[in-house]
């Protein structure tokens, strides 16, 4: 399930008097934290974003797709140097508000895939809490997009729609 936290999506569609005895049950024996479950797994993955995904976003736009969270969550513990950089997390944002890759890659200077696979190459990680660390802003910029590309896939189409 390409979502963060299952919380932020059940309560909205509950009564609100309902509030805490859905807080309730989602901790105590429904707990979807899937950001929680995947920062401690260090394997590969892949999620795939509906960008039309009227359930699992909060504000029916790419922008509000629980799935952002989740990926931002991964990616700041396995590159932490890099994500939690300010420009780095406020472009990670910008790129998760559209659903083409077109403009992402556009807003990157320099991209250089040469530079991303001889980073990777000398990383110790996932996770590597170095990574990025003593990069310029550019280089941050092409190295953290290079790993935001790697990590997510856009899709068209809503809730329902099979994968193929």
């Known amino acids: 399930a390409s979502f963060d936290d299952i919380l932020p999506l059940a309560i909205p569609r509950m009564p609100d008097f309902l509030a805490s005895v859905t807080e309730n049950c989602c901790r105590k024996y429904f707990n979807l934290n899937n950001a929680a479950l995947l920062t401690k797994y260090q394997g590969p993955i892949r999620l795939i974003r509906r960008n039309g995904d009227e359930i699992i976003s909060t504000n029916g736009h790419a922008s509000g797709n629980r799935g952002n969270q989740l990926l931002v969550a ?91």
């Not at 780095?88 to 559209?98: E, F, I, S, T």
């Open 74 to 164: 991964v990616l700041q513990s396995r590159y932490p140097a890099l994500f939690k950089d300010d420009e780095v997390a406020n472009m990670v944002d910008d790129w998760l508000d559209q659903t083409s890759p077109t403009p992402r890659r556009l807003s990157v200077p320099r991209y250089d895939l040469e530079f991303c696979k001889d980073q990777l190459r000398k990383s110790v990680g996932p996770p590597d809490n170095n990574l990025g660390k003593d990069l310029d802003r550019d280089e941050k910029l092409i190295l953290s997009y290079y790993l935001f590309s790697k990590h997510l896939t856009d899709c068209e189409g809503g809730h329902n729609n099979p994968l193929y």
